[in-house]
């Protein structure tokens, strides 16, 4: 196993610290209102537990004296920084706009779809979201900051 940080462990280590997040700020909730967001950080945060750990115990396929294949920097900042962007939209617009906003710029950004094509599948993920979550199960979803949302205390 390599001593150092290589990028993918920083991810790994990322991703666990957003689902730790995501149980912790639920324990704030009221106790019918923490059920779910509780049951799914809590699988989501083993899960990611046992990748990043699965991830560390596999042989390396790097020569000790390097460090990880060119180029795979590249691909871990890209991540990165999509997964940033999601986590300010979603503080700023709220779950719904941050879910269209967030598929459009993706599928847009790489010539994926057409940018009419990928503002209808935005949208119809962000309407079926709205429509299961608020419509059917009458959940509230996060508003945003800019539309009267508060951030969870620390």
């Known amino acids: 196993m390599e001593s150092g940080m290589n990028g993918r462990l920083a991810f790994n280590l990322m991703l666990l610290a957003v689902a730790a997040y995501f149980v912790w700020s639920a324990i704030g909730y ?89 503002g209808a599948l935005a949208g119809a993920l962000a309407g079926g979201i709205w429509l299961v979550f608020v419509k059917l199960m009458r959940f509230e979803l996060y508003p945003g900051l800019f539309f009267g949302g508060t951030l969870p205390p620390l």
């Open 30 to 118: 009221e106790p019918a209102a923490r059920r779910i967001p509780m049951l799914i950080g809590i699988v989501v945060l083993v899960l990611q537990a046992w990748v990043t750990l699965r991830e560390q115990l596999k042989p390396q396929t790097v020569p000790a004296e390097g460090h990880f294949p060119p180029g795979e920097w590249r691909g871990v900042v890209a991540m990165s920084g999509w997964m940033a962007l999601f986590f300010a939209l979603f503080t700023v617009l709220g779950t719904l706009v941050a879910i269209f906003a967030f598929i459009f710029l993706f599928l847009v950004s790489g010539r994926r779809l057409a940018w009419w094509g990928a």
